[in-house]
């Protein structure tokens, strides 16, 4: 990198930083009715541009499509939790009380991946601000230019509502020096990150707080007690919701061999094409896996009738999901597909099942299902797979709270621990001690 350049960058990371850093500055000597005014203000702000949202986003990405992009959005602007999720415990005794509560961390650092970046931004924005703090968003590059228009309504809601501006920036640009560059600024206190692998390799290394939702691989458990039409609709709904991108939707079935075609059948009757011969097998696996035996990115996305036309696949009815029989070891079923593909393993019994979802899911522990109407199996199964997210006889959709009683969240840290994130999160615990002359007891 020339100097230029170099001066250039600084100089962006130094203007992002100050801007933010001054806004939370004014936004820390605020109430926390201040904080709700201006959630509750990006709420009625964005409602009427949430279709804008979706077809900027899809047009931008190519991948998904606009009507489940809408309804992600609605979720993340409705489903999640403000400045109620931030709670306060007291300690009394003889020698007086100590207070525990939520305080910001001050500049927080947001970065957003590509199969999520708006609903991602809108869930992530109202808890941190929730938590008090400014935030500094890095949008994915694929979704750059609807990024940079939503923060801007974002920060009209925020004006009209208390005044402050730049509570909420986001870079011109996405490269990894800028990112290095601004996660090592001093006055960067808070990294949080949604995205890959490479990206959970970059964000890790910095010496800053970090929270950080990475890869996944979720698998569905269907056995022979699984109340078949509701497990095939559950699966069938959350495998082809917005083209499968979604980290939390199910990428693989594993499915005891007894019930595999009764099984295929329900899963026939909502939407879905199987595959179990060679022939169609080897064409979908040359459209979507390249010579390394990696998911080919242009397909990442696609509809199934897409999919399966680029394979010269032509199904006589329209389908929503390509379901393909195979084997545990198969690429399909290790590498995390990000389109409506998904690999069914058929299995001898539950304790093989189970065997077999822990060595697919590969230690990710971000989602898991499983169908069973044996209580013994739930609870097992909850506990070996040991997931961040874990839902029993439901679709994948229910942990973010999409026809559930779950929240919404989108930054799922399975990597750092904390799980299904919100203000509380975004937020480090502080107490405070009075050592006497406060007790009635």
């Known amino acids: 990198m020339d100097y230029n350049a170099q001066d250039k960058q600084i100089h962006i990371v130094n203007l992002a930083v100050c801007a933010s850093l001054q806004a939370f500055e004014e ?203 509701k497990a095939a609709k559950d699966i069938s709904d959350g495998a082809s919701f917005d083209n499968n991108i979604m980290c939390i939707s199910e990428k693989c079935i594993v499915a005891v061999e007894s019930i595999v075609p009764a099984f295929v059948k329900q899963l026939e009757e909502n939407g879905v094409y199987y595959i179990d011969n060679e022939t169609e097998m080897l064409q979908l696996t040359k459209t979507v896996l390249n010579h390394d035996m990696k998911m080919v990115r242009k397909m990442e996305g696609k509809s199934a009738m897409d999919i399966l036309e680029e394979a010269g696949i032509h199904p006589n009815r329209p389908v929503r999901l390509v379901v393909v029989r195979t084997f545990a070891k198969h690429p399909l079923v290790l590498e995390e597909c990000l389109m409506p593909v998904v690999p069914l393993v058929a299995v001898a019994d539950f304790e093989e099942a189970l065997e077999t979802a822990l060595f697919t899911e590969q230690g990710y522990r971000h989602t898991a299902m499983v169908h069973s109407q044996c209580i013994d199996r739930l609870s097992k199964a909850a506990k070996i797979m040991n997931t961040t997210v874990f839902i029993k006889n439901g679709s994948s959709l229910a942990g973010i709270g999409l026809n559930g009683e779950e929240m919404a969240s989108f930054t799922i840290a399975n990597v750092t621990g904390e799980g299904i994130t919100t203000a509380r999160d975004f937020a480090c615990k502080r107490s405070c001690t009075l050592t006497s002359g406060f007790s009635l007891r």
Not at 166 to 186: A, F, K, W
């Open 27 to 229: 936004y820390s000597s605020r109430s926390l009715n201040c904080r709700r005014d201006v959630i509750a203000a990006i709420r009625v702000k964005l409602r009427p541009y949430l279709q804008e949202i979706a077809e900027r986003e899809y047009a931008e990405t190519c991948m998904g499509n606009v009507r489940d992009k809408i309804i992600k959005l609605v979720l993340a602007l409705d489903k999640t939790p403000g400045v109620e999720d931030l709670l306060s415990e007291v300690v009394t005794g003889d020698h007086g009380m100590t207070l525990h509560e939520q305080a910001p961390y001050g500049v927080v650092l947001a970065i957003y991946p590509a199969t999520n970046p708006c609903a991602t931004m809108i869930n992530n924005v109202i808890s941190m601000l929730a938590a008090g703090n400014s935030v500094i968003s890095i949008p994915n590059p694929r979704c750059m230019e609807t990024s940079q228009f939503l923060t801007e309504k974002i920060n009209e809601a925020i004006e009209e509502a208390c005044g402050i501006q730049n509570l909420v920036v986001t870079l011109p640009e996405s490269r990894n020096d800028l990112l290095t560059e601004i996660i090592n600024h001093p006055d960067v206190a808070l990294v949080v990150a949604t995205g890959g692998r490479k990206m959970m390799s970059h964000v890790l290394c910095s010496p800053k707080r970090v929270i950080a939702g990475g890869p996944a691989n979720p698998v569905a458990i269907v056995d022979e007690t699984a109340d078949l039409a």
